[in-house]
Protein backbone atom coordinates (compact mmCIF):
# COMPACT_ATOMS: atom_id res chain seq x y z
CA UNK A 1 0.00 0.00 0.00
CA UNK A 2 2.69 2.19 0.96
CA UNK A 3 4.74 1.06 -1.28
CA UNK A 4 2.62 1.69 -4.29
CA UNK A 5 1.81 5.18 -3.18
CA UNK A 6 5.71 5.96 -3.66
CA UNK A 7 5.95 4.42 -6.80
CA UNK A 8 2.93 6.65 -8.13
CA UNK A 9 4.64 9.70 -6.71
CA UNK A 10 8.33 9.07 -7.89
CA UNK A 11 6.69 8.03 -11.34
CA UNK A 12 5.68 11.09 -11.87
CA UNK A 13 8.87 12.68 -10.63
CA UNK A 14 10.42 10.65 -13.50
CA UNK A 15 7.58 11.27 -16.08
CA UNK A 16 8.56 15.58 -14.94
CA UNK A 17 12.46 14.68 -15.50
CA UNK A 18 11.71 13.37 -18.97
CA UNK A 19 9.91 16.05 -20.44
CA UNK A 20 11.99 18.66 -19.31
CA UNK A 21 14.72 16.66 -20.80
CA UNK A 22 17.10 16.59 -17.31
CA UNK A 23 19.43 13.80 -18.13
CA UNK A 24 22.39 14.75 -15.81
CA UNK A 25 25.44 12.32 -16.51
CA UNK A 26 25.72 9.27 -14.42
CA UNK A 27 28.59 9.54 -11.81
CA UNK A 28 31.30 6.74 -12.49
CA UNK A 29 32.13 4.65 -9.45
CA UNK A 30 35.23 6.26 -8.82
CA UNK A 31 34.07 9.77 -9.25
CA UNK A 32 31.54 9.63 -6.10
CA UNK A 33 32.31 12.47 -3.74
CA UNK A 34 32.59 11.64 0.14
CA UNK A 35 32.56 14.73 2.05
CA UNK A 36 34.70 14.32 5.43
CA UNK A 37 31.55 13.28 7.57
CA UNK A 38 31.13 10.42 4.86
CA UNK A 39 28.12 11.29 3.15
CA UNK A 40 27.38 11.86 -0.40
CA UNK A 41 25.35 14.67 -0.59
CA UNK A 42 24.94 14.12 -4.67
CA UNK A 43 22.56 11.95 -6.03
CA UNK A 44 24.24 9.88 -8.33
CA UNK A 45 22.11 10.34 -11.71
CA UNK A 46 20.05 13.17 -11.01
CA UNK A 47 17.03 10.96 -11.51
CA UNK A 48 14.79 11.02 -8.11
CA UNK A 49 14.74 7.28 -6.65
CA UNK A 50 11.78 4.88 -6.88
CA UNK A 51 11.13 3.57 -3.53
CA UNK A 52 9.39 0.66 -5.15
CA UNK A 53 11.54 -0.15 -7.26
CA UNK A 54 14.53 0.17 -4.65
CA UNK A 55 11.98 -2.23 -2.92
CA UNK A 56 12.42 -4.81 -5.72
CA UNK A 57 16.25 -4.49 -5.85
CA UNK A 58 16.85 -4.35 -2.36
CA UNK A 59 14.95 -8.08 -2.25
CA UNK A 60 16.45 -9.17 -5.34
CA UNK A 61 19.20 -12.23 -4.72
CA UNK A 62 20.88 -10.74 -8.27
CA UNK A 63 21.33 -7.36 -7.18
CA UNK A 64 20.58 -5.69 -3.39
CA UNK A 65 19.82 -9.31 -1.86
CA UNK A 66 19.99 -7.24 1.47
CA UNK A 67 17.80 -9.59 3.44
CA UNK A 68 20.77 -12.35 2.89
CA UNK A 69 22.06 -10.10 6.01
CA UNK A 70 19.42 -7.86 7.03
CA UNK A 71 15.69 -8.44 8.61
CA UNK A 72 13.44 -6.02 7.34
CA UNK A 73 9.86 -6.35 8.97
CA UNK A 74 8.33 -4.41 5.62
CA UNK A 75 9.04 -8.17 3.46
CA UNK A 76 7.65 -10.01 6.17
CA UNK A 77 6.15 -11.73 3.82
CA UNK A 78 9.55 -13.32 2.27
CA UNK A 79 11.00 -16.12 4.35
CA UNK A 80 14.57 -16.15 5.72
CA UNK A 81 15.65 -12.90 7.17
CA UNK A 82 19.77 -12.49 7.59
CA UNK A 83 20.92 -11.31 10.86
CA UNK A 84 24.24 -10.73 10.01
CA UNK A 85 24.05 -6.94 10.00
CA UNK A 86 21.21 -4.91 12.05
CA UNK A 87 17.34 -5.29 11.67
CA UNK A 88 16.67 -2.09 8.99
CA UNK A 89 13.51 -1.02 10.73
CA UNK A 90 13.70 2.68 11.23
CA UNK A 91 17.23 2.38 9.13
CA UNK A 92 15.76 6.27 8.13
CA UNK A 93 15.72 7.49 11.50
CA UNK A 94 19.02 6.50 12.44
CA UNK A 95 20.89 8.18 8.90
CA UNK A 96 19.72 10.62 6.58
CA UNK A 97 19.78 9.94 2.82
CA UNK A 98 22.83 11.13 2.20
CA UNK A 99 24.68 9.00 4.73
CA UNK A 100 22.49 5.93 3.25
CA UNK A 101 24.07 7.06 -0.15
CA UNK A 102 27.46 6.70 1.24
CA UNK A 103 26.78 3.26 2.95
CA UNK A 104 25.21 1.99 -0.30
CA UNK A 105 28.24 3.12 -2.48
CA UNK A 106 30.84 2.00 -0.40
CA UNK A 107 30.33 0.89 3.26
CA UNK A 108 33.82 0.54 3.94
CA UNK A 109 34.02 4.43 3.88
CA UNK A 110 31.52 4.50 6.81
CA UNK A 111 31.96 1.66 8.83
CA UNK A 112 35.79 0.73 8.28
CA UNK A 113 37.17 -1.81 6.13
CA UNK A 114 36.34 -4.62 8.33
CA UNK A 115 32.81 -4.72 7.79
CA UNK A 116 31.23 -7.67 5.70
CA UNK A 117 29.00 -5.02 3.95
CA UNK A 118 30.01 -5.48 0.24
CA UNK A 119 30.21 -1.80 -0.91
CA UNK A 120 27.30 -1.91 -4.15
CA UNK A 121 28.81 1.22 -6.04
CA UNK A 122 32.27 0.88 -6.01
CA UNK A 123 35.43 -0.83 -7.81
CA UNK A 124 36.99 -1.16 -4.82
CA UNK A 125 37.00 -4.65 -4.29
CA UNK A 126 38.15 -8.48 -3.53
CA UNK A 127 41.13 -9.81 -5.80
CA UNK A 128 40.13 -12.67 -8.89
CA UNK A 129 36.83 -10.95 -9.18
CA UNK A 130 35.10 -13.55 -11.94
CA UNK A 131 35.32 -12.45 -15.16
CA UNK A 132 31.79 -11.19 -16.12
CA UNK A 133 31.80 -8.55 -12.76
CA UNK A 134 35.30 -7.52 -13.47
CA UNK A 135 34.79 -3.35 -13.60
CA UNK A 136 31.34 -3.61 -12.86
CA UNK A 137 29.51 -2.54 -9.93
CA UNK A 138 27.08 -4.66 -7.68
CA UNK A 139 24.40 -2.61 -8.98
CA UNK A 140 23.90 0.54 -11.24
CA UNK A 141 23.80 4.40 -9.86
CA UNK A 142 20.12 4.26 -10.66
CA UNK A 143 19.19 1.33 -8.53
CA UNK A 144 21.32 2.82 -5.68
CA UNK A 145 19.10 6.10 -5.81
CA UNK A 146 16.19 3.72 -5.63
CA UNK A 147 17.06 1.92 -2.51
CA UNK A 148 17.94 4.77 -0.61
CA UNK A 149 14.49 5.93 -1.71
CA UNK A 150 13.14 2.93 -0.55
CA UNK A 151 15.02 2.90 2.97
CA UNK A 152 13.84 6.71 3.52
CA UNK A 153 10.40 5.04 3.78
CA UNK A 154 11.16 2.85 6.58
CA UNK A 155 11.13 5.75 9.87
CA UNK A 156 10.25 4.29 12.83
CA UNK B 1 5.50 -9.65 -9.05
CA UNK B 2 6.14 -13.52 -10.48
CA UNK B 3 9.37 -12.91 -9.49
CA UNK B 4 8.54 -12.58 -5.83
CA UNK B 5 6.07 -15.24 -6.22
CA UNK B 6 8.50 -17.81 -7.35
CA UNK B 7 11.10 -17.05 -4.47
CA UNK B 8 8.65 -17.58 -2.00
CA UNK B 9 7.49 -21.17 -3.89
CA UNK B 10 11.46 -22.11 -3.56
CA UNK B 11 11.58 -20.85 -0.33
CA UNK B 12 8.35 -23.07 0.85
CA UNK B 13 9.16 -25.48 -0.72
CA UNK B 14 13.12 -25.55 1.33
CA UNK B 15 11.07 -24.95 4.37
CA UNK B 16 10.81 -28.50 5.06
CA UNK B 17 14.37 -28.79 5.56
CA UNK B 18 15.75 -25.36 6.23
CA UNK B 19 15.25 -23.47 9.91
CA UNK B 20 12.96 -20.14 9.71
CA UNK B 21 15.93 -17.13 9.78
CA UNK B 22 16.79 -16.01 12.74
CA UNK B 23 15.53 -18.52 14.68
CA UNK B 24 18.89 -20.24 15.68
CA UNK B 25 22.18 -18.73 16.78
CA UNK B 26 24.56 -21.03 18.28
CA UNK B 27 25.21 -24.09 17.27
CA UNK B 28 22.92 -26.96 19.57
CA UNK B 29 24.94 -28.66 22.76
CA UNK B 30 24.07 -32.18 21.47
CA UNK B 31 26.04 -34.93 20.65
CA UNK B 32 26.10 -36.99 17.61
CA UNK B 33 25.76 -40.28 17.41
CA UNK B 34 26.07 -42.39 14.32
CA UNK B 35 24.07 -46.52 14.83
CA UNK B 36 25.17 -45.87 18.64
CA UNK B 37 28.76 -44.66 18.04
CA UNK B 38 29.57 -41.50 19.63
CA UNK B 39 31.47 -38.59 17.72
CA UNK B 40 33.03 -36.01 18.19
CA UNK B 41 30.94 -32.66 17.42
CA UNK B 42 32.96 -30.32 19.16
CA UNK B 43 36.27 -30.24 20.71
CA UNK B 44 39.18 -27.84 22.40
CA UNK B 45 40.64 -26.71 18.99
CA UNK B 46 44.51 -27.08 18.37
CA UNK B 47 47.02 -25.05 19.48
CA UNK B 48 47.38 -21.59 17.42
CA UNK B 49 43.56 -21.53 16.52
CA UNK B 50 41.45 -18.81 16.25
CA UNK B 51 38.84 -20.48 18.16
CA UNK B 52 38.45 -21.95 21.33
CA UNK B 53 36.13 -24.74 20.35
CA UNK B 54 35.77 -26.34 16.91
CA UNK B 55 32.54 -27.64 16.15
CA UNK B 56 30.83 -29.92 13.32
CA UNK B 57 29.33 -28.23 10.59
CA UNK B 58 26.08 -31.13 12.01
CA UNK B 59 25.56 -28.74 15.24
CA UNK B 60 24.35 -25.93 12.60
CA UNK B 61 21.45 -28.47 10.79
CA UNK B 62 18.17 -28.58 11.31
CA UNK B 63 16.64 -30.75 13.56
CA UNK B 64 15.30 -33.23 10.34
CA UNK B 65 18.82 -32.42 8.45
CA UNK B 66 20.70 -33.65 11.68
CA UNK B 67 18.33 -36.57 11.58
CA UNK B 68 19.50 -38.34 8.59
CA UNK B 69 22.80 -38.34 9.99
CA UNK B 70 22.32 -40.23 13.29
CA UNK B 71 21.24 -43.51 11.60
CA UNK B 72 23.29 -44.43 8.24
CA UNK B 73 20.11 -46.74 7.19
CA UNK B 74 18.34 -43.73 6.92
CA UNK B 75 21.36 -41.65 6.02
CA UNK B 76 20.09 -40.77 1.80
CA UNK B 77 24.66 -40.30 1.02
CA UNK B 78 24.88 -44.32 2.48
CA UNK B 79 23.71 -45.34 -1.66
CA UNK B 80 26.73 -43.53 -2.67
CA UNK B 81 28.84 -45.23 -0.05
CA UNK B 82 27.81 -48.40 -1.49
CA UNK B 83 28.53 -47.69 -4.85
CA UNK B 84 32.12 -46.74 -3.71
CA UNK B 85 32.45 -50.07 -1.96
CA UNK B 86 31.16 -51.93 -5.65
CA UNK B 87 33.96 -49.63 -6.90
CA UNK B 88 36.64 -50.70 -4.24
CA UNK B 89 35.87 -54.78 -5.58
CA UNK B 90 35.53 -53.69 -9.28
CA UNK B 91 38.89 -55.31 -11.47
CA UNK B 92 39.24 -52.33 -13.88
CA UNK B 93 42.84 -50.72 -16.29
CA UNK B 94 45.63 -53.27 -17.69
CA UNK B 95 46.91 -54.52 -14.58
CA UNK B 96 43.55 -57.01 -13.85
CA UNK B 97 43.59 -55.28 -10.74
CA UNK B 98 40.87 -53.46 -8.11
CA UNK B 99 41.58 -51.79 -5.04
CA UNK B 100 41.03 -55.11 -3.19
CA UNK B 101 43.22 -56.43 -4.59
CA UNK B 102 45.93 -54.76 -2.91
CA UNK B 103 44.51 -53.65 0.09
CA UNK B 104 42.19 -56.26 0.91
CA UNK B 105 38.95 -55.72 2.98
CA UNK B 106 38.64 -51.75 3.20
CA UNK B 107 36.95 -51.90 6.85
CA UNK B 108 40.67 -53.25 8.23
CA UNK B 109 42.85 -51.66 5.80
CA UNK B 110 41.24 -48.27 5.40
CA UNK B 111 40.28 -47.50 8.98
CA UNK B 112 41.27 -44.37 10.28
CA UNK B 113 43.34 -43.46 6.90
CA UNK B 114 40.65 -40.82 5.87
CA UNK B 115 41.34 -38.94 9.16
CA UNK B 116 45.47 -38.29 8.47
CA UNK B 117 44.97 -36.86 4.94
CA UNK B 118 46.11 -34.68 3.01
CA UNK B 119 49.63 -36.63 3.40
CA UNK B 120 53.05 -34.93 1.88
CA UNK B 121 53.25 -37.24 -1.70
CA UNK B 122 56.85 -37.56 -2.12
CA UNK B 123 56.76 -38.35 -6.29
CA UNK B 124 54.52 -35.13 -6.71
CA UNK B 125 56.28 -33.44 -3.79
CA UNK B 126 52.84 -31.75 -3.26
CA UNK B 127 50.30 -32.71 -0.49
CA UNK B 128 47.75 -35.33 -1.53
CA UNK B 129 44.23 -35.56 -0.39
CA UNK B 130 42.23 -39.13 -0.94
CA UNK B 131 40.91 -38.13 -4.22
CA UNK B 132 44.43 -37.75 -5.73
CA UNK B 133 45.87 -41.17 -3.65
CA UNK B 134 43.30 -42.82 -5.37
CA UNK B 135 44.17 -41.88 -8.60
CA UNK B 136 47.28 -42.42 -7.98
CA UNK B 137 46.88 -45.59 -7.69
CA UNK B 138 44.98 -45.84 -11.04
CA UNK B 139 47.37 -44.82 -12.72
CA UNK B 140 49.92 -46.50 -11.15
CA UNK B 141 49.41 -50.00 -9.61
CA UNK B 142 46.21 -50.35 -11.96
CA UNK B 143 47.39 -49.25 -15.51
CA UNK B 144 43.44 -46.90 -15.32
CA UNK B 145 43.00 -43.60 -16.37
CA UNK B 146 42.59 -41.28 -13.50
CA UNK B 147 38.94 -40.18 -12.49
CA UNK B 148 38.26 -36.61 -13.79
CA UNK B 149 37.20 -34.36 -10.93
CA UNK B 150 33.93 -35.20 -9.90
CA UNK B 151 33.42 -37.78 -12.17
CA UNK B 152 33.51 -41.88 -12.91
CA UNK B 153 32.91 -42.80 -9.18
CA UNK B 154 35.43 -40.73 -7.24
CA UNK B 155 33.42 -38.94 -4.81
CA UNK B 156 31.43 -42.16 -4.12
CA UNK B 157 35.23 -44.03 -3.58
CA UNK B 158 36.01 -41.24 -1.77
CA UNK B 159 33.24 -41.35 0.49
CA UNK B 160 33.91 -45.05 0.87
CA UNK B 161 37.11 -45.13 2.11
CA UNK B 162 36.38 -42.05 4.47
CA UNK B 163 33.72 -43.77 5.90
CA UNK B 164 35.82 -46.35 6.85
CA UNK B 165 37.18 -44.04 9.53
CA UNK B 166 33.59 -43.13 11.13
CA UNK B 167 34.26 -41.34 14.57
CA UNK B 168 38.33 -41.42 14.00
CA UNK B 169 39.47 -38.08 14.74
CA UNK B 170 40.71 -35.77 12.82
CA UNK B 171 44.71 -35.27 12.64
CA UNK B 172 47.10 -34.19 10.00
CA UNK B 173 50.67 -34.53 10.38
CA UNK B 174 52.28 -30.92 9.20
CA UNK B 175 55.82 -32.26 9.96
CA UNK B 176 55.34 -34.20 6.48
CA UNK B 177 57.54 -32.84 3.73
CA UNK B 178 57.03 -29.28 3.12
CA UNK B 179 53.34 -29.89 4.34
CA UNK B 180 53.61 -26.66 6.87
CA UNK B 181 54.51 -24.54 4.06
CA UNK B 182 51.34 -25.10 2.51
CA UNK B 183 49.07 -25.00 5.55
CA UNK B 184 50.66 -21.16 5.79
CA UNK B 185 49.82 -20.66 1.74
CA UNK B 186 46.44 -21.96 3.15
CA UNK B 187 46.04 -19.74 5.71
CA UNK B 188 46.65 -16.77 3.95
CA UNK B 189 44.35 -17.51 1.14
CA UNK B 190 41.70 -18.01 4.44
CA UNK B 191 42.27 -14.95 5.28
CA UNK B 192 42.51 -12.83 1.95
CA UNK B 193 38.92 -10.91 0.57
CA UNK B 194 37.78 -12.30 -2.88
CA UNK B 195 35.75 -11.40 -5.77
CA UNK B 196 33.10 -8.16 -6.42
CA UNK B 197 31.59 -8.97 -2.65
CA UNK B 198 35.10 -8.64 -1.45
CA UNK B 199 34.63 -11.45 1.39
CA UNK B 200 37.54 -14.15 2.92
CA UNK B 201 36.34 -17.43 4.28
CA UNK B 202 37.36 -16.26 7.48
CA UNK B 203 34.62 -13.48 7.48
CA UNK B 204 31.52 -15.79 6.75
CA UNK B 205 33.01 -19.04 9.10
CA UNK B 206 35.19 -16.71 11.51
CA UNK B 207 33.37 -13.87 12.17
CA UNK B 208 30.13 -14.42 11.70
CA UNK B 209 29.82 -18.41 12.69
CA UNK B 210 26.42 -18.85 14.39
CA UNK B 211 25.02 -16.21 11.97
CA UNK B 212 22.27 -16.25 9.42
CA UNK B 213 23.20 -15.62 6.24
CA UNK B 214 19.11 -15.25 4.46
CA UNK B 215 18.49 -19.21 5.24
CA UNK B 216 21.81 -20.49 5.61
CA UNK B 217 23.48 -21.18 9.61
CA UNK B 218 26.87 -20.22 9.14
CA UNK B 219 29.37 -22.81 10.38
CA UNK B 220 32.38 -23.04 10.99
CA UNK B 221 33.47 -24.62 7.66
CA UNK B 222 34.84 -27.91 8.55
CA UNK B 223 35.22 -30.80 6.06
CA UNK B 224 35.38 -33.52 8.66
CA UNK B 225 31.89 -34.81 7.04
CA UNK B 226 33.11 -34.83 3.33
CA UNK B 227 32.14 -35.87 0.45
CA UNK B 228 28.49 -34.85 1.78
CA UNK B 229 25.25 -35.17 0.97
CA UNK B 230 23.34 -31.92 -0.43
CA UNK B 231 19.64 -32.84 -0.27
CA UNK B 232 19.25 -29.88 -1.97
CA UNK B 233 20.79 -31.19 -5.09
CA UNK B 234 20.51 -34.67 -3.93
CA UNK B 235 24.09 -35.93 -4.54
CA UNK B 236 27.54 -35.85 -2.95
CA UNK B 237 29.67 -32.66 -2.70
CA UNK B 238 33.20 -33.22 -2.84
CA UNK B 239 35.38 -31.05 -0.59
CA UNK B 240 37.00 -29.27 -3.81
CA UNK B 241 33.33 -28.81 -4.87
CA UNK B 242 32.16 -27.08 -1.81
CA UNK B 243 35.17 -24.75 -1.38
CA UNK B 244 34.62 -23.97 -5.50
CA UNK B 245 30.71 -22.91 -4.50
CA UNK B 246 31.87 -20.77 -1.92
CA UNK B 247 34.07 -18.46 -4.20
CA UNK B 248 31.99 -18.24 -6.73
CA UNK B 249 29.17 -17.25 -4.25
CA UNK B 250 31.47 -14.38 -3.64
CA UNK B 251 31.74 -13.47 -7.76
CA UNK B 252 35.45 -14.56 -7.66
CA UNK B 253 36.84 -16.56 -10.02
CA UNK B 254 37.44 -19.72 -8.80
CA UNK B 255 40.99 -22.28 -9.17
CA UNK B 256 40.63 -25.47 -10.76
CA UNK B 257 39.84 -28.68 -8.46
CA UNK B 258 43.07 -30.21 -6.74
CA UNK B 259 44.79 -26.98 -8.04
CA UNK B 260 48.22 -25.69 -5.48
CA UNK B 261 45.25 -23.10 -4.36
CA UNK B 262 42.62 -25.37 -3.23
CA UNK B 263 45.21 -28.48 -2.20
CA UNK B 264 46.64 -25.56 0.44
CA UNK B 265 43.15 -24.40 1.42
CA UNK B 266 41.72 -28.27 1.88
CA UNK B 267 45.71 -28.71 4.25
CA UNK B 268 44.58 -25.63 6.38
CA UNK B 269 40.83 -26.06 6.69
CA UNK B 270 41.41 -29.99 7.71
CA UNK B 271 43.83 -28.18 10.15
CA UNK B 272 40.98 -26.24 11.77
CA UNK B 273 38.85 -29.37 12.17
CA UNK B 274 41.57 -31.12 14.21
CA UNK B 275 39.86 -33.15 16.70
CA UNK B 276 36.72 -33.74 15.19
CA UNK B 277 35.40 -37.25 14.33
CA UNK B 278 35.49 -38.35 10.53
CA UNK B 279 31.44 -38.15 9.95
CA UNK B 280 31.51 -38.87 6.06
CA UNK B 281 28.94 -39.19 4.67
CA UNK B 282 27.59 -36.35 6.62
CA UNK B 283 24.50 -34.77 5.50
CA UNK B 284 23.61 -30.95 4.66
CA UNK B 285 20.61 -28.66 3.34
Known amino acids: MRASLHSAVAGLGLAIAIASGATAAEVAPADVKFTEDNTVEASLTGTPGDPAKGREVFADRRLGNCLACHANTDMKDQLFHGDVGPSLDGVASRWNEVQLRAILVDSKKVFTDATVMPGFYTLNVGINVREESVGKTIISAQDVEDVVAYLATLKE | ?285
Not at chain 2, 58 to 81: C, H, I, K, Y
Not at chain 2, 122 to 137: F, W
Open chain 2, 1 to 285: MNKYLKIAAAAVACATVLGVGGLMADPINETLTIDGQEMVSRTKAPEGHPFDEVYSGWLFRTEETRALQTDTFNNPAMLGVEVGEAIWNTVDGKEGKSCASCHGDAAESMKGIGASYPKWDKDANRPINIELQINKCRENNMGAEPYPFDKGGQKELTAYIKHQSLGTPVKIDLSQGELQSWWDKGKELYYTRNGQLNLACSNCHEDLMGKMIRADHLSQGQINGFPTYRLKSGGLVSVHNRFRGCIRDVRASFPKAFSDELMALEVYVTWRGTGLSVETPGVRQ
